[in-house]
Nanobody, 121 residues
Framework: EVQLVESGGGLVQPGGSLRLSCAASGFSFRGYPMSWVRQAPGKGPEWVST???????SYADSVKGRFTISKDNFKNMLYLQMNSLKPEDTAVYYCAKGGGGSSYTPPRAAWGQGTQVTVSS
């Protein structure tokens, strides 16, 4: 059974930083692309970033230069370092098994339960 458990969310002031973590189990973690997806209140899901099994990465334009995705294949952990946070980054952030892009996200069944990130002064 695939399990994805996110942690690290919270309340942060604009300009601040947070590091999200995702513990993965139940599948061959190193062999799959992994993504972060977010959903703000009243909006649809938005793809944030993907890291491929090769280690290559891709980012949404809205977070490029501010967010960094990484993974530890030995610990089966996925991370998202978020710097220079803005109020518009406020959302529930989900770890997801599979790749994504500007016009698509991994299927909802492949997401974790999410962690809330709130950027506010």
């Amino acid at each position: 059974e695939v399990q994805l458990v996110e942690s690290g969310g919270g309340l942060v002031q604009p300009g601040g930083s947070l590091r999200l973590s995702c513990a993965a189990s139940g599948f061959s973690f190193r062999g799959y692309p992994m993504s972060w997806v977010r959903q703000a209140p009243g909006k649809g899901p938005e793809w944030v970033s993907t890291i491929y099994s090769s280690g290559s990465t891709s980012y949404a334009d809205s977070v490029k230069g501010r967010f960094t995705i990484s993974k530890d294949n030995f610990k089966n952990m996925l991370y998202l370092q978020m710097n220079s946070l803005k109020p518009e980054d406020t959302a529930v952030y989900y770890c997801a098994k599979g790749g994504g892009g500007s016009s698509y996200t991994p299927p909802r069944a492949a997401w974790g339960q999410g962690t809330q990130v709130t950027v506010s002064s």
